[in-house]
């Protein structure tokens, strides 16, 4: 059974940072994009950054461009995403996601394995 375990979203004041963790167990996503999303409360989810099945191709959202970073270490069957000068409006629960495809995409609809969420609250 495939599954996908985010960590370490929390509460952090505006301005704060946070690391996301995404582990894999099931099988083997190391040929496979990955990526986050987020849905903040009342909203659609929506893409927040991607990264293709090596590491060495990533995209993101205009919102998070230069604070996010996406990161994925595929010996540990592990993505990260660092998030750094959280603003309140990036509160939401942040869902990662394994891709069919191999290179990174910002389309929900080319992701078939999904997390069950991390809630992430900043505070102004």
């Known amino acids: 059974q495939v599954q996908l375990v985010e960590s370490g979203g929390g509460l952090v004041q505006a301005g704060g940072s946070l690391r996301l963790s995404c582990v894999v167990s099931g099988r083997t996503f190391s040929s496979n994009a990955m990526g986050w999303f987020r849905q903040a409360p009342g909203k659609e989810r929506w893409f927040v950054a991607a990264i293709n099945w090596s590491g060495s191709s990533t995209s993101y959202a205009n919102s998070v461009k230069g604070r996010f970073t996406i990161s994925r270490d595929n010996a540990k069957n592990t993505m990260y995403l660092q998030m750094n000068s959280l603003k309140a409006e990036d509160t939401a629960v942040y869902y990662c996601?394994?891709?069919?495809?191999?290179?990174?995409?910002?389309?929900?609809?080319?992701?078939?394995?999904w997390g069950q969420g991390t809630q992430v609250t900043v505070s102004s």
């Open positions: 996601a394994a891709s069919r495809t191999r290179s990174d995409t910002d389309r929900e609809f080319d992701y078939d394995y």
